[in-house]
């Protein structure tokens, strides 16, 4: 970006997700962050790798405006929404209806409420729950209900946090094709940034990119960074 200042550079390479030199530091003085950047140029599904302390949730909790930047610009044109490991730490109301109701436009009508409820269930393939108690759904349910419910928020970026992490690999495989489906679709298009672990998952992006020491480096393929790392594989990066 020699010679132009951020805002140049957004008009001239328009993308998603745009982070510049982006720092942060805990008030203990802990740097987690420094001088990030990076942008995703489209939608899609994109992964990020790396070892634990890399900056990789914190980065997430920047991009969602739940935490500021010490420094650096972010500039986004989707609506986030951040996803957890946990999907009982954001399912809060006791039927699926219910929970998904806490998520939708404040404006919409009783009739335009129980329509988008049906529809954002039947994205994440769910339409036939919507009266059942959340407790009685598996891991991987759960996961998805979170999915419909940051749909029914009108987002379309999608943070997620290791979203499979406490899934068996049946839910696993179900909550990525899940995703990519969402993001490959021809009506609302999605974009989600996807942290992961898991090798194995990078077969299903549309680009992935290591972070270490709270840097994001270059998009690659995923199946040119799972080579990379193919020592590693079977276990956790």
Avoid at 27 to 56: A, Q, T, Y
Avoid at 208 to 233: C, H, I, N, T, Y
Wanted: glycine share 8%; proline share 6%.
């Amino acid at each position: 970006m020699k010679g132009l200042n951020f805002s140049d550079h957004i008009r001239r390479n328009p993308s998603v997700l745009c982070l510049e030199k982006v720092c942060f530091s805990w008030p203990s003085g802990m740097k987690v962050l420094d001088k990030c950047s990076f942008s995703i140029p489209r939608e899609g599904l994109w992964m990020l790798v790396g070892p634990n302390g890399s900056g990789k949730s914190t980065l997430f909790r920047l991009i969602s405006g739940m935490l500021k930047p010490t420094y650096g610009q972010i500039h986004c044109t989707l609506k986030p929404s951040l996803m957890f490991q946990n999907p009982d730490h954001q399912l809060l109301l006791p039927s699926c209806s219910s929970d998904l109701c806490l998520s939708l436009p404040k404006e919409l009508t009783l009739q335009q409420r129980t329509k988008r409820i049906q529809e954002v269930l039947q994205q994440v393939d769910l339409g036939d729950i919507g009266s059942r108690p959340i407790h009685t759904l598996s891991g991987g349910q759960k996961q998805r209900l979170a999915l419909a419910g940051a749909l029914a928020s009108d987002a379309n970026l999608l943070l997620l946090d290791e979203p499979t992490a406490l899934l068996d690999p049946a839910s696993q495989k179900v909550v990525l094709n899940t995703v990519r489906k969402l993001c490959q679709g021809s009506s609302k298009r999605i974009t989600a940034l996807w942290i992961t672990h898991r090798l194995e998952e990078l077969q299903y992006c549309d680009g992935a990119a290591r972070m270490e020491k709270g840097k994001v480096g270059p998009w690659l393929s995923g199946d040119l960074l799972m080579q990379r790392f193919k020592p590693l594989a079977g276990r956790r990066v």
